[in-house]
Nanobody, 126 residues
Framework: QVQLVESGGGLVQAGGSLRLSCAAS????????MGWFRQAPGKEREFVAA????????YNADSVKGRSTTSRDNAKNKVYLQLNSLKPEDTAVYYC???????????????????WGQGTQVTVSS
């Protein structure tokens, strides 16, 4: 069992930055790849980024490529999402999730994730 708790969301002006954190419980954290998804009102949940269990591989969606960095600290059981040059269309609830699939071929698919956090709201004002 893995429990996930996101933090770091908030209100930010367009062009600003945010660093989201996700704290995980459990001693098997490094055996899971970690993904970030977001969901805006009236829209489907969208893949944002993911990082492999070791932290050595990352993958970012085209919508945030060049503006996002995801990383993890397995010693602290934490994963991070740094978002820069934020746009109003980045406004959404951001979720972290854990998947046993350690390949970017699967990371885009929310159905591959076993555990989800409760989400943190990110609002970008224009």
């Amino acid at each position: 069992q893995v429990q996930l708790v996101e933090s770091g969301g908030g209100l930010v002006q367009a062009g600003g930055s945010l660093r989201l954190s996700c704290a995980a419980s459990g001693r098997t954290f490094s055996s899971y790849a970690m993904g970030w998804f977001r969901q805006a009102p009236g829209k489907e949940r969208e893949f944002v980024a993911a990082v492999s269990g070791s932290g050595g591989n990352t993958y970012n969606a085209d919508s945030v490529k060049g503006r996002s960095t995801t990383s993890r600290d397995n010693a602290k059981n934490k994963v991070y999402l740094q978002l820069n040059s934020l746009k109003p269309e980045d406004t959404a609830v951001y979720y972290c999730a854990a998947t046993p699939y350690d390949s970017f071929s699967f990371w885009w698919d929310p159905g591959r994730y076993d555990y989800w956090g409760q989400g943190t709201q990110v609002t970008v004002s224009s």
